[in-house]
């Protein structure tokens, strides 16, 4: 499903309502009629006492057409407008006018008695519709504003937003002073990408597209580069096996992982590498550990290489691993490989060679200390792997920079790179270097700890090695390295969960994506 920023949205619904004369009112009675379908959905009481906080925009005209449905079914609604009627404009005052005409229970915000009973009734309502602010949001909330928001967050009982939860950036996903933490956000048209990103996916609690009317053909007609990852990802580049294939039909990808101390990072990938796949897998490790490979993963082929004094890889591995990759599909380099000198060298090397894909992680980018022109004679073949903290020195910015703008920060340094990246953390961000990019919907907090990255690069290795295309590769291993990371959450609980418990969660939630649920479980 394509995901939108405010801008992008607002030109969709212009197009739809100029271009082919949909009127902005038959969208709003379609977006407030899904904001009551949602609340009825999810309640069974055939008489709620319902709240409903309304701004002066469009966002507010939306609670008002919920306002009137709900009064029809029997329910008790009370509406409450955050600003002066005089204010109200265009449709919502459309709205604001039929209510009265109505004479349903509407006040204004104006005094302390007001806000005062504002409260109460919050505390006593079943449901709370914030119907506030929408995507145009361009201000600091507060004074009167912020007390609206806290009158919205103190209900008890269910929160739904209209469109974005008020006070949050529908663009980036953080909140512009205070901000409503809904239960349940239901967005109009296509999700903003405020509402998939965290922060703003904490604020939003669980979201639902509403389909409000608006024609495919709209926005087929739009360019838009923003995608939320799902399991078509992964669908697409795990057909069925055909019966007369053999190892080397799934292709061959050489790991160079590993150094004293951290020989565990090689193992993960290879594991994950071996679950993701891939037909054959060789690990390249520095000598002294090759016998630790062989006891830990006995599926996967150990290659030594030329180490220094202090058990890493020496700029002498670089002669044996140009003769390791010749006869290999894909190489995956980076985890645990430590930042010597010698394995900057090394890398920096190795990363000038050219005809065959590759995945690029952590202190391999470390080592590039920012130089992202060295990626770029690899272009697009290549994906990059980096954690906030890697992306930054990457970008030669901050991490708070880095985070403040995910989307921003991936495409940057797609664009500067030219290779595919996937910027990791909740909502991992896949970017491509011509602007297109996704956002990833699996994954939970067990996932941070260590090893889960590792998994991560050798899945992607795998599927270069089977021929898929670095997007291809690094959306698929992104989705169900996190739906696995779901599943095993939902095992063994998230703070107990570790890396291997990822692998082994692969095969099962692979199985589950391509065949259903009971096949998954038999």
């Known amino acids: 499903m394509k995901t939108v920023t405010p801008s992008q949205m607002r030109e969709i619904d212009r197009r739809t309502i100029e271009d082919l004369g949909i009127s902005s009112l038959v969208l709003m009675e379609s977006a407030g009629l899904a904001l009551l379908d949602e609340i009825e959905s999810r309640t069974q009481d055939p008489r709620l006492r319902v709240t409903i906080v309304c701004g002066p925009g469009n966002n507010g005209g939306d609670g008002m057409v919920a306002a009137r449905h709900l ?50 009734r919050a505390g006593e309502s079943d449901v709370l519709v914030d119907a506030l602010f929408g995507t145009g949001l361009g201000r600091t909330v507060e004074g009167s504003w912020a007390q609206c928001v806290s009158i919205i967050n103190s209900c008890p009982g269910l929160v739904i937003s209209a469109d974005v939860p008020s006070g949050l950036d529908a663009r980036t996903g953080h909140p512009l002073g205070d901000c409503v933490t809904a239960d349940v956000t239901v967005t109009f048209g296509l999700p903003k990408t405020g509402l998939v990103i965290f922060p703003g996916a904490q604020f939003a609690g669980e979201v639902v597209v509403a389909d409000i009317g608006i024609p495919r053909s709209v926005i087929d007609s739009m360019e838009l580069p923003g995608e939320l990852l799902g399991s078509d990802a992964v669908e697409r580049v795990y057909e069925e096996r055909w019966p007369d294939t053999h190892k080397g039909s799934y292709g061959h990808l050489l790991l160079c992982c590993g150094s004293a101390g951290k020989l565990g990072a090689g193992i993960l990938a290879s594991r994950g590498a071996l679950r993701a796949g891939a037909g054959l897998v060789t690990l390249a490790v520095p000598a002294s550990a090759l ?28 002669h044996g691993l140009r003769k390791l990759i010749r006869e290999r599909d894909a190489l995956a380099i980076g985890p645990g490989i430590s930042t010597h000198p ?6 920096r090397e190795v990363l000038k060679w050219e005809g065959f894909p590759a995945v690029v992680d952590a202190d391999a980018l470390n080592v590039l200390e920012g130089d992202l022109e060295l990626l770029r ?91 898929c295309s670095s997007m291809e590769s690094a959306a698929a291993s992104v989705f169900l390295h996190g739906a696995a990371g779901d599943m095993a959450a939902e095992k063994i609980s998230e703070h107990s969960l570790t890396a291997t418990d990822i692998v082994e969660c692969l095969g099962p939630t692979l199985n589950q994506m391509r065949n259903g649920v009971e096949n998954a479980e038999s």
Do not use: W
Not at 291 to 297: G, K, S
Not at 451 to 456: E, M
């Open 71 to 120: 009064a029809d079914r029997g329910h008790e609604v009370v509406t409450f407008l955050a600003a002066p009627r005089s204010s109200f404009s265009g449709d919502a005052k459309v709205q604001l006018r039929t209510l009265t005409r109505l004479e349903m229970d509407v006040s204004v915000l104006s005094s302390p008695s007001s806000f005062e009973r504002a409260f109460r």
């Open 291 to 318: 016998h630790q490979v062989d006891a830990a993963t006995p599926e996967v082929m150990a290659a030594p290489l030329h180490e220094t004094a202090e058990g890493s890889f020496s700029r002498l591995g670089v």
């Open 342 to 347: 010698e394995v900057g060298e090394l890398v």
């Open 377 to 467: 004679p690899r272009g697009p073949h290549t994906v990059i792997t980096p954690h906030p903290g890697e992306m930054s020195r990457l970008l030669g910015s901050s991490t708070k920079d880095v985070q403040s703008d995910r989307i921003g920060a991936a495409l940057e340094c797609a664009g500067r790179s030219g290779c595919v990246v996937v910027l990791k953390g909740a909502g991992t961000v896949v970017a491509h270097p011509d602007g297109t990019f996704y956002i990833n919907t699996t994954g939970n907090p067990g996932m941070a700890s260590g090893g889960t990255g590792d998994v991560l690069t050798g899945m992607i290795g795998a599927l270069l090695a089977r021929g």
